[in-house]
């Protein structure tokens, strides 16, 4: 994306300055982190109102994960049923002290209302900073994967439900150059398609000069039926302890 100079303030295309987008970005990040929190309780809710419905989870209708025997709607309406005091729909699923049950239902309940709320709070903000972005020529945003790439979009095919993606509003209506010249060589390929290779390919780790120099090659003949596998190192001549791959251990030299 390609910016002006206006007044000695840099712009965007759209004449939206980098410090406005930066200032909105940051503000939509922390609305995303509410929005996310909000989904956490709301999903800690529904786990509570299962038991509460005397629910258990297994392995049902073929699934390869365990999951919950009744449908969110069902445990529902169950925990409903022992909030108003109707226990006996728990017979021999109950979990715990009866006489507590209707508390457990209730609290359940209602920690599940007040987290939509949240998540329509959180999700209002986020849609309102995010037309915002659309209205005014959608500047380039980063997004960084803890130990991992940097991301123009959190729609990125690579990335996975349960990715940790943190924004990076300093870098906002940025070009790919700034964001390699404050992070590193760490751009998705995926998403910038068109940077240049040196950009999108991490940088070497830097040599440890206390660590014998096979630490992590493979060490020809190993003796992988050892509990501890080891092998002599062919760079230090050492018995060393290596990986189940044959791959000898961080180790000094001999």
Known sequence: MSTDTTAGEATTTSGYTKAQAKALDAKLAEATN????????????ANDIHRAAGDKTGYFHGRRHATWELSLDDAIDTARRVAAGQVDVLGNRAAGNLRN????ATAALHARDIALEEIAAAHAVVEQLEQVWRDNGRWSRFFMVPGGHIHSSTACH???VT?????????????EAEAVNAYGSVLCTHCFS???????????????????????????????RLCSPRGTCPECGQTVSVT?????????PA
Do not use: F
């Open 34 to 45: 509410r929005l996310r929190a909000a989904m956490g309780r709301a999903d800690n809710a």
């Open 101 to 104: 049950a209707p508390h457990r």
């Open 158 to 160: 690579t990335l996975h």
């Open 163 to 175: 990715t940790q993606i943190g924004w990076l509003p300093d870098l906002s209506g940025e070009s």
């Open 194 to 224: 068109s940077a240049p290779v040196e950009w999108t390919t991490k940088a070497p780790e830097p040599v440890d000069p206390a660590l014998c120099p096979g630490s992590k090659n493979y060490v020809p003949g190993a003796n992988l």
């Open 244 to 252: 189940s791959r044959g791959n000898a251990r961080k180790h000094e």
